[in-house]
């Protein structure tokens, strides 16, 4: 029996870069709010989670750093700089396709972006295709990421077992979900907004292994058929 019977993708940083592109717009948001992060430690800690809980961690941030409220219009204003410079600028990550394409069991995508932008960059990268109807927001389940909601949820749809899931995520709040809800998880770390230390994280989180690109990926899947 092949070790895994389905393969769920994160989207943002695993399938289309737009981890860095969000990053470029988000930093220079918050800075002007006062609020000024090393980009590592930022992807750390915030990178995965929808955008409510994001929105209250980083008015927590602001009120304790500053004394003040993060400004109410955060989340419209950070949600338009996404998808301007989303479709300016949005990719595959290199392999992406090839690598999903390849794989002919069960698949779906599980995201924390809102549906309607989820679909729009999967169009943009020129993938939704391979994965519809399978593509999930954080939006379809009460608890984002790293509740295990959303992938439970995913599977569920799919008809798998989450024991027999597989989940490729570039983010501790990704990987945490996807631990809890019991599936393999392996850390994605082929965005350009990825570093070594990352990778090594994640694993301290619970991914089972650390992959650097979808060639990999590809090869791993190959090997557990």
């Known amino acids: 029996m092949a070790r895994f019977e389905a393969v769920i993708f994160d989207c943002d940083g695993v ?38 809980r994001f929105r209250d961690l980083l008015d927590a941030e602001s009120r304790a750093k500053l ?31 090839a690598a999903a394409t390849a794989w002919t069991g069960k698949k779906a995508v599980a995201s924390s972006s809102r549906l309607d932008f989820l679909r729009e960059k999967l169009t943009l990268a020129d993938l939704i295709d391979v994965f519809e109807p399978h593509i999930y927001s954080t ?3 009460e608890h984002g990421k790293p509740a295990p909601d959303i992938f439970l949820y995913t599977a569920q749809k799919l008809r798998a077992d989450p024991a027999r899931s597989l989940v490729l995520e ?22 350009d907004h990825c570093d070594e230390a990352l990778g090594e994280h994640l694993v301290a989180e619970g991914a089972e ?15 557990a058929a």
């Open 209 to 223: 292994r650390s992959v650097a690109n979808w060639a990999e990926v590809k090869a791993l899947l190959e090997a």
């Open 139 to 141: 939006q379809q389940v």
């Open 67 to 97: 004394g003040q409220p993060l400004r109410e219009d955060f989340l419209d204003i950070t949600h338009a700089a996404r998808e301007r410079i989303c479709r300016e600028r949005l990719s595959e990550v290199p392999g992406a396709r």
């Open 15 to 52: 399938l289309v870069d737009s981890e860095s592109l969000a990053l470029e717009v988000e930093l220079e948001i918050l800075a002007g709010c006062g609020l000024t992060f090393e980009r590592g430690d930022f992807v750390r800690r915030f990178m995965g989670t929808a955008d409510t």
């Open 170 to 191: 570039d983010s501790v709040n990704g990987v945490r979900a996807g631990v809890a809800a019991g599936m393999t998880v392996w850390a994605f770390v082929g965005g």
